[in-house]
């Protein structure tokens, strides 16, 4: 007597679900790029907008130079005329950056990218970092 082996059928795999079974949530519906780009808050665009345009110093070299600058004023160096060529530098960068503001969006960015970088640079100072 010969023993027949019982062929059984592999189940089929479902596709996975999209959304674990604890989450009660409706889907999202589908909308656009720019749709979804309004539905960003406002702090998380302000975050982009700056965070890019730090990138953006960063690569030019203006974080370094700024974190330079802030350990030369903790030197003691507030009243050099140097130190007063860099305050009028910086009145011209905060003032061309607020006069930006409602310009074309690239334009405005790209004023942006002094003031976060001097920003981030002297936070950096703060922390011991040297470049």
């Known amino acids: 007597m010969t023993k027949r082996k019982h062929l059984r059928r592999k189940p089929k795999r479902r596709a996975p679900a999209a959304r674990t079974a604890w989450d009660t949530r409706p889907p999202a519906p589908r909308q656009s790029l720019a749709d979804a780009w309004a539905n960003v808050p406002y702090r998380m665009k302000w975050l982009i907008y700056h965070a ?10 203006w974080v370094d130079w700024s974190t330079g600058v802030a350990a030369w004023f903790a030197a003691g160096y507030w009243v050099s005329p140097s130190a007063f060529a860099l305050y009028g530098l910086g009145i011209c960068a905060i003032a061309l950056y607020r006069k930006s503001r409602p310009w074309a969006w690239p334009v405005a960015w790209a004023c942006s990218i002094p003031i976060s970088s001097v920003v981030v640079g002297v936070l950096l100072y703060g922390t011991g970092y040297q470049p």
């Open 52 to 61: 890019t345009a730090t990138g953006a110093g960063w690569s030019l070299g």
